[in-house]
């Protein structure tokens, strides 16, 4: 297996953030509902969301 490191553009960065955004409101999987984490991640997002 090849493992290789890249950097991430800030599109990329956001664009991962809303998929895991997505993803834990969808309700698929019970363990990541109110997740302290997922809170934060939320929170940080929509503050940068704002921004552009």
């Known amino acids: 297996m090849k493992i290789s490191l890249t950097r991430l553009s800030t599109k990329d960065l956001a ?3 809303q998929r895991i955004i997505n993803t834990s409101d ?3 999987y019970g363990v990541i509902t109110n997740h302290p984490l997922l809170t934060e991640l939320k929170t940080n997002y929509t503050d940068y ?3 552009t």
Do not use: C, E, F, Q
Request: aromatic letters at 0%.
């Open 49 to 51: 969301d704002a921004v």
């Open 26 to 28: 969808s309700g698929t």
């Open 15 to 17: 664009t991962l953030t």
